[in-house]
C-alpha cells in the first residue's frame, strides 16, 4: 500500500501506519539540500523497527511520523517490509549516516549544525572529532541532553540563538522526535533530525559496527553484543515481524 506523502515528498510505503520514503542515501540527500534552500523548518525521521513499533502504542509519536517531511529507511526490518508489499526500498538510510555526510558537505555548503544530545560531554567531543574528520565542518553548537521535558523550551531559546540550519538531535526515540516537533518554532532550522546514539559514535564512547557486519546487515546483532543493555530494544523485533505479517499487503 502506498500512502500520500506531505508535499514536496515523493511516493511512501506504509508500514504498520507509518509513511516510509523511498528514498536511498543519493536522494535523501538532494531532499535535504531543498529544505536548506527554503529556510523553513522542516521534521526528518529515521524510522526502524523498533521504532514503528513503538509509534503503535504511543499516538502522538506516530502522528509525528505520519506527518514528519521526510521518513527514511534505518532497519533491515524496514527494507523486508517494504519488498513484502512489493514495494522495494533500495537501501538503508540511517541517522548515523545521514550526520556524518551532512558534517562532511556543511564545509562546502556552509551549513550551521548543532548538536544536541547524549550524556553530558559526549556532544561536545562528538563535535571535536566531526571537525578533525572534516576540516571546515561548520558545527556552531553542542549541548548534552540530559535535561526534563520541562526545560525544552529554555534549551530551544539556547540552540536558537546559535541560528543552525541543522538540528541533530541524539536523544533517543521518540524523545528527540518529540522534542524536535515541540520546538521547531522556536529553533527554526531548516532540517531537525533524530540521530539516536550516533553522537556516542562519533566521539568515541560507542563503537560502529566492523563493514562485514553492516555489509551482510547485522549491525544491529553487533550493537547487542557490544551492549547487551540493548536487548529491550530488540525485543522489538520479533513483535515488528509478528505486526508486519498479519499486516495486510
Known sequence: MITQAPANVGSRVEILGVGVDQVDMTATLARLDVYLQTKTPHLIATADAAGIVQAQSDPEFLHILKTADLVTPDSIGVLWAAKRKGQPIKERVSGVDLCDKLCAMSADKGWRIY????????????????????????????????FPSESDEIVAQEVAATEPDILLVAMGIPRQEKFIKKTQDIIKASVAMGVGGSLDVFSGKAKRAPKIFQKIKLEWLWRLLLNPSKISKAKFLPKFVMLVLKEKK
Open 115 to 146: 548538536l544536541l544530545g547524549a550524556e553530558p560531554g559526549v556532544a561536545d567531543l562528538a563535535a571535536e572529532k566531526l571537525r578533525l574528520k572534516h576540516p571546515g565542518c561548520n558545527i556552531v553548537g553542542s549541548r548534552h541532553g540530559y
